[in-house]
């Protein structure tokens, strides 16, 4: 359970900057998926005991972005003053908020069945996990820009420079949809060694890490129309 004292400093980072909470947010959503990779990476080499542990880790963390995420919804429901429309802030929380959410299906998702697969495989899901985690950690960085966004009341270049960073988030997340893809046809044409039931598991976990960028990207969008339609 998450104490009363972690809520209280929620609150008291929103009194000081609306931004500082989606911030807030966007970093357990990125450590989600750091862990996650970590998880990958003892699943890959076959430690089960190792991937047990840290999606515990990885529920905990989600379960502090879920405080964080309602905190913001209780506050924006109040008399406070934003320097963006409120629907679109909402509408950018959400996708946001998926990103933890899909590391800790994942997360869940390695627990039930060890992994079974040719070199070729464990070699793919680590190039889709660690351009994943980059593309999640590039898009940490674009909500980073939106306290510097307020410092200078949204200025020209700044609003620019946070655009740039948007357009990259969706560049990295088209070469996940791209890595994704040719995974998923290597697992089937494994199917004999992996067996039915082996190429669904590894089907599923493909399309969830491929999820994680997709919200980045579409966390990223909605980013963007909040700036503009401010």
């Not at 109040?78 to 997360?107: G, R, W």
């Not at 046809?185 to 999820?211: C, M």
Request: charged share 30%; aromatic share 6%; hydrophobic share 40%.
């Amino acid at each position: 359970m998450i104490k009363k004292e972690y809520i209280r400093s929620v609150l008291n980072v929103f009194a000081s900057s609306p931004f500082k909470p989606l911030v807030m947010h966007a970093n357990k959503g990125g450590d989600c998926v750091r862990k996650l990779n970590e998880s990958l990476q003892a699943y890959c080499n076959g430690d089960m005991e190792k991937v047990e542990a840290l999606n515990k880790e990885i529920d905990v963390i989600e379960h502090e972005a879920d405080v964080i995420k309602q905190t913001i919804r209780s506050e924006l429901s109040s008399s406070i003053m934003l320097p963006v429309h409120a629907n679109d802030l909402l509408n950018f929380l959400k996708p946001q908020d998926s990103i933890s959410d899909d590391a800790q299906e994942v997360a869940f998702w390695l627990t039930v069945r060890r992994l079974e697969a040719p070199d070729e495989i464990r070699v793919g899901f680590n190039d889709l996990m660690n351009k994943t985690l980059e593309t999640v950690e590039l898009y940490e960085d674009l909500v980073s820009t939106l306290g510097e966004l307020l410092e200078t009341s949204f200025s020209k270049r700044d609003v620019e420079d946070t655009l740039v960073l948007v357009t990259k988030v969706e560049e990295m997340e088209h070469q996940v949809d791209i890595i994704e893809k040719e995974l998923v046809k290597q697992i089937f044409r494994n199917e004999d060694a992996i067996g039915a039931l082996g190429v669904y598991h590894l089907a599923r976990l493909v399309r969830g890490i491929g999820d994680i960028a997709d919200k980045a990207e579409h966390a990223a969008d909605r980013l963007r129309t909040m700036v503009l339609r401010r």
